[in-house]
């Protein structure tokens, strides 16, 4: 049987030391009531660290004077994605064009009619929106308030994303961009992973669309700056240096597009 494990002791040790006690712990919750082998180990997770996540919380706000600074955190951390996105998309329009000279097997209809461009902002609008996503997670953890499981404890929750404190209560959140980002399938599969644990939320960090996941008494949900509220950041800030990141991103694209057309024409 393993010792009592405290916010205290885990915040003594490594992240892979904190990853390994949380592990041993969690195998000792009962779990049977769930019969899906990711969710139940998703459940154990959230169940030990949401027990520790109080103590854990009140040392980070007690210790935390990053909110004074979030503005510049959170241009660092635009700035520093601006930067790598656009390294990668040099990268990208390089690779495409390569594939497309060699006139390979197409895959789509835009390789096989050779529409560089098309080619190339399909894959570009993917990988920018899957990357957004832990650009999410790593301005949030700038507040005392939020907790990410990866970065904090190299643990991964199927389903969870962030964990909040807000009202003296720990919340176990997925966090996406849009209101509107689920598909149906997508919204079934949420639903499921977080109805398994205590004080689940569902975040859309900017209030923009429609929602595809249903509002109930179980699984909250809230979108925007009252997300960012939440947690004490400014989402002016947000917004205004995300909007600055994605215009910067924007006229790199613009002037890769504009040279391929030159060199074609």
Known sequence: MPSELTAEILRQHSVKERK??????????????????????????????SSLSKDYFYYQIEQNNQLEQQSQLIQTKTDDFATNFIDWLEKDFENKKQILDRHPNPRNLFELCGAKLLVTSNSVTRSLSTKMGRLWEEISNISPYVIVPEFEFNIKITGIDIVIFSNETVYLAQLKTPKGTLTGSQ????????????????IAAF???????????????????????KICMDYNFVENHVRTMLQKIDK????????????NS
């Open 252 to 263: 790199a694209f613009s002037q890769l597009a504009a040279s391929e057309t030159s060199n």
């Open 20 to 49: 390994a006690l949380i592990l041993e712990h969690a195998s000792l919750i009962d779990a049977t009531h769930i019969t899906d082998e990711k969710l139940r180990k998703a459940y154990k997770l959230g169940t030990i660290i």
């Open 187 to 202: 919204k079934t599969r949420a639903e499921k992973e977080l109805s398994i644990q205590e004080n689940p939320l569902f």
């Open 207 to 229: 209030d923009l669309g429609q929602w595809t996941f249903s509002n109930s008494s179980q699984i909250p949900r809230i979108a925007g700056s009252e997300f960012w509220q």
